[in-house]
């Protein structure tokens, strides 16, 4: 007898991406081989402060990097990720762990989010190793000092990017190389 398993699996990919890095990009072609459709999920309450760039220039950004994957597709959501996982029928969330610094932020939201909706699992997943030290913050701190960030961005994050110089990170918007804390994107 043929069976056939119509058992898809959707999953969340959420972040701040402020802005999208090759370690996103990384951490996206990875999850989407191994779920059928992979939603990128940009929060649009972030408690992290003024974004550099808006929900829309992020998710439109988001969306041209995700073009040559079939199967991811961006969104954004504001309120409770276990709301909008569910309200996207998403099984799973899709988490990077870049350094053992990240595992315990990481640890206790995927603990809340089971508490939550213990149908969903997280699944973590490791960046390439060159890309274990980048973060959204550290990219715009380094930018702003005027550092070679090139090889870290997707190259229209670049542009997008040069199109903010003087907005980047001026004094005081906690854009600092030096008050990184876990959880930093
Ligand atoms: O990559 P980031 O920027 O650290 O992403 C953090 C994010 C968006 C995954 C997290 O802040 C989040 O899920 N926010 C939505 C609110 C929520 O569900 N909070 C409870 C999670 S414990």
Do not use: W
């Amino acid at each position: 007898m043929l069976l056939i398993r119509m058992n898809t699996v959707k999953a969340i990919y959420p972040g701040t991406f402020d802005p999208p890095t090759n370690g996103h990009l990384d951490l996206i072609e990875r999850g989407a081989k191994i779920v059928d459709h992979l939603v990128v999920a940009i929060l649009r309450n972030s408690s992290k402060g003024e974004p550099l760039f808006t929900t829309a220039e992020r998710a439109a950004m988001l969306t041209e990097c995700v073009k040559p994957f079939g199967n991811v597709s961006v969104a954004t959501f504001d309120g409770l990720l276990v709301d909008f996982a569910r309200q996207e029928g998403a099984r799973a969330l899709l988490r990077g762990i870049r350094a053992i610094s990240d595992y315990e932020y990481e640890f206790q939201m995927a603990m809340m989010n089971r508490k939550l909706a213990p149908e969903l699992e997280t699944i973590f997943m490791m960046p390439a190793e060159k890309y274990t030290y980048v973060s959204s913050r550290l990219i715009k701190g380094v930018y702003r000092l005027g550092g070679d960030v090139a090889e870290l961005i997707p190259p229209l994050v670049l542009e997008r990017l040069a199109s903010k110089r003087g907005a980047v990170a001026p004094e005081g918007t906690g854009v600092d190389l030096v008050e990184g804390s876990p959880g930093d994107d």
